[in-house]
T-cell receptor, first 115, second 111 residues
């Protein structure tokens, strides 16, 4: 257990569905991240939040919409996804988003399949 | 961030030391070496990091060469649960806290 939980662990959705991924950290951290891991590709950073403000958005399509209501919770809202969006979506947290030597702790991920 | 080069895969006998190499010949003076691992279908797990001195913790040891162009992660007594993909990452001290994962080394611990 890393102190970062993600729900659901598995999700199957159609291209017209709307769903949300949830991440919660119990570490008292101030920064949270969304990563995408597609089959046979390296992890890709999607979004970074620091103190509930988005500080980075790596050219992610608008069909992915993040939300960070407080420093412990992070959501990824999904709508009109494509089959190529099927991947493992990982959440991470760290103490501070601007200090590169700060260790990130990852959740177990949500395995998303888009039909 | 400096690019890293790791072997694609390695095998190690259970109970023996696993030595995972990483080349980072373009590393600059303010970049740290980080190691993470990812067990199948789980999120990445932090292992260890260092700047220029060798480091040791309860999971592993990190040996960085004097010129800092390469490093080795050592798991002293590999177990079957250490089977995973191991990522070597170099990161600048200042700037956004981004992790750039490459393809890593797939370590298989054999009984």
């Amino acid at each position: 257990e890393t102190g970062v939980t993600q729900t659901p662990r598995h999700l199957v959705m159609g291209m017209t569905n709307k769903k949300s991924l949830k991440c919660e950290q119990h570490l008292g951290h101030n920064a949270m991240y969304w990563y995408k891991q597609s089959a046979k590709k390296p992890l890709e950073l999607m979004f970074v939040y620091s103190l509930e403000e988005r500080v980075e958005n790596n050219s992610v399509p608008s069909r992915f919409s993040p939300e960070c209501p407080n420093s412990s919770h992070l959501f990824l809202h999904l709508h009109t996804l494509q089959p190529e969006d099927s991947a493992l979506y990982l959440c991470a947290s760290s103490q501070v988003a601007t200090l590169s030597t700060d260790t990130q702790y990852f959740g177990p991920g949500t395995r998303l399949t888009v039909l | 961030d400096a690019k890293t080069t790791q072997p694609t895969s390695m095998d190690c006998a259970e109970g023996r030391a696993a030595n995972l190499p990483c080349n980072h010949s373009t590393i600059s003076g303010n970049e740290y070496v980080y190691w993470y691992r990812q067990i199948h279908s789980q999120g990445p797990q932090y292992i260890i990091h260092g700047l220029k001195n060798n480091e040791t913790n309860e999971m592993a040891s990190l040996i960085i060469t004097e010129d800092r162009k390469s490093s080795t992660l050592i798991l002293p007594h590999a177990t079957l649960r250490d089977t995973a993909v191991y990522y070597c990452i170099v990161r600048v001290r200042a700037g956004a806290n981004n992790l750039f994962f490459g393809t890593g080394t797939r370590l298989t611990v054999i009984p």
